[in-house]
């Protein structure tokens, strides 16, 4: 997902690899906030239906 084209202008007050770190953490704990919340929401299914 990082684009090494240097062709943006960051600008010197922008830190590139410190932002592009945090953006793969955010994504990360996206998905498996996702996949956290998917298990509880099948759980609470098989729990009110006795799966």
């Known amino acids: ?6 062709s943006q202008d960051w600008g010197n007050e922008m830190d590139r690899p ?3 770190k945090t953006y793969e ?3 990360g704990y ?3 906030s996702l996949i956290i919340i998917a298990f509880i929401l099948i759980g609470l ?3 009110v239906y006795g799966g």
């Not at 997902?1 to 240097?6: G, R, S």
């Open 1 to 6: 997902m990082t684009d090494t084209d240097e």
């Open 18 to 20: 410190e932002h592009e």
């Open 25 to 27: 953490a955010f994504l």
């Open 30 to 32: 996206s998905k498996w």
């Open 45 to 47: 299914l098989l729990f």
